[in-house]
C-alpha cells in the first residue's frame, strides 16, 4: 500500500508544494542564523534576569501556545546542560484559570490579567504571535510594559500591532503560519541555549 492509504500516488501538486516549503524553510533559517545576535542577546539578558530570580514570562494562540509551553518546560527542566531550575510560565496554560477569565472579563483582557497576577517589575515576557495581531497578545504586551516587564516578541510580519508594543521584536516571514512556527521554534532553542549558558549555577537535582 502506498503512503496515501489508497494505492494512488499522492497529488503531483502536494508534492510540489511540500518541496516549495522545505525550500522556503531554509530561506527562513538563513534569516534566523543572520539574526542570530539578537536571538543570543535575548538570552543572555533572559538568562541573567533568570539568576537574579526574576520570571521567564510567555505567552501564545493555538500551536504558538504549544511552543510556549515547550520553551517554559525546557526552562523548569533543562534543554542541554545541567544547571538550577529557571521559574518559567506559560501564562496561558492553567486552564481553567484562562477559561474564567475569559468567561468572566473577556478573552482579550484574560492574558493581560494573568500578567498581572505573575508579572514582576525586572521579568521578561516572551510573546508568540504568527501575525503579530492577535489582541489578546497585544494587551499582555502593553501591560507587560506598563508593570515595568521587558517584553519580547517573535512574530511573522515586521509591521504589526504586536510589534509597535514591546521591547524588541523578531519577525521570520514565511508563506504559510505553519512554517513560520517551525522558524519560531529555532528560534526558542537558541533562547534555550543562550540562557543555559549564561545561567551557570548546577543543580544536581
Known sequence: ??????????PSD????????????????????ARLDVLIRWGQEMGAAAALGQRLLVI???GSAAQADHFA???VGRFRRARAAISAIHLQAQVPTITALANDLDFQRASARALRAHGRPGDILLCLSTSGSSRNIVAAAREGQAMGVRTYALTG???SPLTKV???C????A???????ELHLVAIHVLCDAIEATVTTVDRA
Not at 508563506?175 to 512556527?181: K, L
Open 1 to 10: 500500500m502506498s503512503a496515501t492509504g489508497s494505492g494512488e500516488k499522492a
Open 14 to 33: 502536494w508534492i510540489a508544494s511540500c518541496k516549495a516549503r522545505i525550500m522556503e524553510l531554509g530561506a527562513g533559517l538563513e534569516e534566523v542564523l
Open 60 to 62: 501564545g494562540n493555538g
Open 73 to 75: 518546560a525546557e526552562m
Open 157 to 159: 510580519m515586521d509591521e
Open 166 to 168: 514591546v521591547d524588541d
Open 170 to 173: 523578531l519577525a521570520f516571514e
Open 175 to 181: 508563506g504559510d503560519v505553519a512554517s513560520i512556527q
